[in-house]
């Protein structure tokens, strides 16, 4: 079911959404060449218990991992999507992606302080039962000085984002968004993953409708206001087929580079409101 988020609901999700992001600012600075990619993961987890936001992720079923244990996934470059934070070294030159989904708790649903978060069979009674506000984004890094091909690969990625939500107007169709990532991202020469989605939000973490980075536009959905929605295009330097590689998630079936970047947005009558920005958009 598909529906239209109240200002209250909206208020909620920019509460959480800003905390997200400034954690994503924060990452700027903690993830350079030599850092483990766990440490990653344990900042997360501090500034979630320091802030009383439940990270959303650990606790889910994810399908191949139930329950997911982690509060990022922590993809690193051929890896797409749902990898597990994991005791390496980030070396120069690295493309690491790092995507989040928090729930900001205002009333007396729990202290998150005071939970396990490495018990994650306990985490799902507070996955499964959390509603407000939830804010959901990923973004990608370079790790030190990058080769010319990843940088080309984040530009052009980040700049699919950013077309399709621009697409995302009211009276125009899911297939417009898709639209304007595909024909943006194979103009270029790169592959466009479509076995994973954007999707709604809020109050729970993935609701309808499922918004893919490809498409036909006209075609589909009608998008209406009070819509809230995740942009997430995953875009590869080769061909957009994956596969699932354990504890790695889902990587490229060729072994190309994948990039990902996601905001979370709301459609307004006055054209979409992004709730997960970090600063000026079209660079953040």
């Known amino acids: 079911m598909i529906t239209l988020k109240s200002e209250r609901e909206i208020e909620q999700m920019a509460k959480s959404s800003k905390i997200l992001a400034d954690i994503h600012i924060g990452l700027r600075e903690l993830i350079k060449p030599g850092i483990d990619m766990f440490e990653i993961e ?22 191949n991992y139930n329950p997911f244990p982690y509060a990022t996934c922590c993809c690193l470059n051929d890896e797409v999507a749902h ?31 005071k939970l396990n978060f490495d018990d994650a069979e306990s985490m799902v009674y507070y996955q499964e039962n959390f509603r407000g506000g939830v804010a959901d984004s990923c973004w990608a890094f370079a790790v030190g000085e990058v080769s010319e091909e990843v940088r080309n690969l984040m530009d052009v990625t980040k700049e699919a984002l950013y077309r399709g939500i621009a697409a995302a107007k009211v009276g125009n169709r899911i297939g417009d968004i898709g639209h304007a990532i595909q024909e943006y991202a194979e103009g270029k020469g790169y592959g466009v993953v479509r076995d994973l989605v954007g999707h709604g939000v809020g109050p729970t973490m993935h609701e309808d409708p499922m918004v893919p980075h490809y498409g036909t536009p006209g075609k589909g959905l009608r998008l209406r206001e009070g819509m809230v929605l995740t942009i997430e295009p995953m875009i590869n330097t080769g061909d957009w087929e994956i596969d699932h590689d354990g504890e790695r998630g889902y990587v490229t079936l060729d072994g190309s580079l994948s990039c990902q970047y996601e905001h979370q947005f709301v459609v307004t009558k006055d054209g979409p409101v992004i709730l997960t920005s970090q600063g000026e958009e079209g660079t953040y």
């Open 83 to 113: 990898a597990f934070p994991r005791h390496i070294k980030l070396k120069e030159g690295d493309l690491i992606k790092v995507d989040m989904v928090l729930g900001l708790v205002e009333d007396d649903f729990c202290d998150v302080s």
């Open 42 to 63: 344990e900042y997360v987890r501090r500034v979630c218990k320091e802030k009383n936001v439940l990270p959303l992720q650990i606790g889910v079923d994810e399908g």
